[in-house]
């Protein structure tokens, strides 16, 4: 199947079809025309990649973990060189995770002490993100 017709059953846009190719997590053979050409697993490659990607696994992670992905979600068997990849990834998540939640708390306190000393000129900070503005 030709690149437009994949992005169709995928809902993946050719463009990043293309990307995914470029980063070696897809193949596709040439035609004599200089056309890509998918075969039929090509569709469940791409929904194996988008639901790693989403797992916040990069596109190098994706590439070493790919050969071994069953299914569409996909299920990913427990080698030790597997394991030790993802639990990597994961550490670094959760040091992402840490460090903007001592963002989120220090700039709360900021807000909350700018607040206390600003006087009726600003509105109450609500935690929603923004503190709407007086019309």
Do not use: K, W
Not at 3 to 12: D, K, Q
Not at 60 to 88: F, K, N, Q
Not at 102 to 130: C, K, M, N, Q, V
């Amino acid at each position: 199947m030709r690149i437009g017709e994949l992005s169709r059953r995928t809902g993946v846009n050719a463009h990043q079809l293309r990307y995914y190719e470029a980063q070696g997590l897809l193949e596709a053979e040439r035609g004599a025309n200089g056309y890509r050409d998918y075969d039929e697993s090509a569709v469940l490659r791409v929904r194996q990649i988008r639901h790693l990607l989403a797992a916040g696994l990069s596109s190098e992670d994706i590439a070493y973990v790919l050969p071994c992905a069953v299914g569409e979600e996909p299920e990913l068997p427990g080698c030790p060189e597997l394991l030790t990849a993802m639990r990597s990834r994961l550490r670094r998540l959760e040091d992402r995770m840490s460090t903007l939640a001592r963002s989120h708390d220090a700039l709360t306190r900021y807000i909350h002490a700018a607040e206390r000393t600003a006087g009726d000129g600003y509105p109450p900070f609500d935690g929603s993100g923004l503190a709407s503005v007086p019309a």
